[in-house]
């Protein structure tokens, strides 16, 4: 079993930045990636980002390309997402996940989460 624990999230204004960090613990997440989510409020959950275990492989979603920037800790069971610039739109609770995941030429394809974290909330005030 694996447990995801994000930690992070806050409120913040317009223009600003926040890091969210997730730590993987239980069985290795070797062969793995692990992925940020979000779920505005009354809205479905979006993909954010995802990077493979070692790093090599990643994906930013279009809508936060630019200013959201997804990484992975020298301990592997860490993954990071830098946010600048924050805008309203990007209140939501954001959700790290782990799974099986397909690639190509450095880009994550496809990401199928396994395991979920509680998720932290992001609100940014305008």
């Known amino acids: 079993q694996v447990q995801l624990v994000e930690s992070g999230g806050g409120l913040v204004q317009a223009g600003a930045s926040l890091t969210l960090s997730c730590e993987g613990s239980g069985r290795t997440l070797s062969s793995n990636a692990m992925a940020w989510y979000r779920q505005p409020q009354g809205k479905e959950r979006e993909f954010v980002g995802a990077i493979s275990w070692n790093g090599d492989s990643s994906d930013i979603a279009v809508s936060v390309r630019g200013r959201f920037t997804i990484s992975r800790g020298n301990v592997k069971n860490m993954m990071y997402l830098v946010m600048d610039n924050l805008k309203p739109e990007d209140t939501a609770v954001y959700y790290c996940?782990?799974?099986?995941?397909?690639?190509?030429?450095?880009?994550?394809?496809?990401?199928?989460?396994?395991?979920w974290g509680q998720g932290t909330q992001v609100t940014v005030s305008s």
């Open positions: 996940a782990a799974g099986a995941y397909t690639e190509a030429f450095g880009v994550i394809l496809n990401v199928e989460p396994r395991y």
